[in-house]
């Protein structure tokens, strides 16, 4: 992810973080380094876990950190965010700060002559090749890799509707990791818990560009899909920083390559 190979040298500066997990104590915290980044970026990507305990005094804060910083802010929620089940309520409470947050949607936005498109879904957990869960047995184990699949099939749906609208660079942002290659560093019993193999099969068949996530804390920045996807787990812990940078090029729409619709058998 470079600046070479789009457009004209086009790119887009996609900075992103998750796992901030602020609450009325961090007030003002991140402010400072998000105001830098008109300087630096042309999206800030949240991914998830932006609060502690997912209430609205939280949100609010979160609110705070992002409003008017000079660049369209994007985010998917998190565990953390759900656990009050007030989500909605959080979602709200960021959508009033402008920011876009996404679960089975995406949104297009332009950058210089080109559009980049976010597709994001929260995502769930499963596991991955050779260790998963499998749709069987009791109904709660159904449910369970169902609420996985049904993540998985939104986020597919999310990114190609973003290759129809021509967009020149797809990322998908999740929470739920998609590969374990960025979970390395966590205890492997918990693998499982962090992610789902099903994201990954949904970003090869539907295409993107990059693929950003959170949840891991222990984990490692740099992974891949099998389709040779570049994935970047972006959880502060990991990353260490306000923010991680990354230049995504930009290409012409007509060379993206049209992928046929993924059939239940696909899968």
Do not use: W
């Not at 910083?69 to 960021?94: C, K, M, W």
């Not at 959508?95 to 498109?117: F, I, N, R, T, W």
């Not at 749906?157 to 998609?178: E, K, N, Q, V, Y």
């Not at 918990?190 to 099969?201: C, H, Q, T, V």
Request: overall charge negative.
């Amino acid at each position: 992810m470079t600046r070479d190979g789009g457009q004209n040298g086009a790119a887009v500066r996609v900075a992103a973080v998750g796992d901030i997990h602020l609450s009325p104590d961090c007030r003002g915290l991140l402010r400072p380094s998000f105001a830098t980044l008109p300087l630096c970026a042309d999206v800030l990507l949240l991914a998830g876990d932006l609060t502690r305990h997912g209430t609205v005094p939280e949100a609010e804060v979160v609110a705070e950190e992002v409003r008017d910083i000079g660049v369209p802010v994007v985010a998917v929620l998190g565990n953390h965010d759900y656990h009050s089940e007030r989500e909605t309520d959080v979602a709200r409470v960021l959508g009033d700060a402008g920011v876009s947050v996404l679960e089975g949607d995406g949104v297009v936005l332009p950058v210089g002559a080109g559009k980049v498109g976010i597709a994001g879904v929260k995502g769930f957990c499963g596991g991955f090749a050779g260790s998963s869960a499998g749709e069987f047995g009791e109904r709660e184990m159904k449910d369970f890799v169902r609420a996985a699949r049904r993540a998985a099939d939104d986020l597919h749906r999310a990114l190609s509707g973003l290759d129809a609208d021509g967009c020149g660079a797809r990322i998908a942002l999740t929470h739920f990791a998609p590969v374990p290659d960025t979970l390395a560093g966590e205890p492997v019993e918990i693998y499982p818990f962090l992610g789902s193999y099903l994201l990954a099969e949904a970003i090869d068949e539907a295409g993107a560009d990059l693929a950003v996530h959170g949840h891991a804390h222990l984990g490692t920045e740099h992974g891949m899909t099998a389709g040779g996807v570049r994935v970047r787990n972006v959880a502060q812990p990991v990353i260490g920083k306000a923010f991680a940078l990354y230049h995504l090029p930009l290409r012409p729409a007509v060379d993206r390559v049209r992928r046929e619709p993924r059939s239940e058998t696909a899968r």
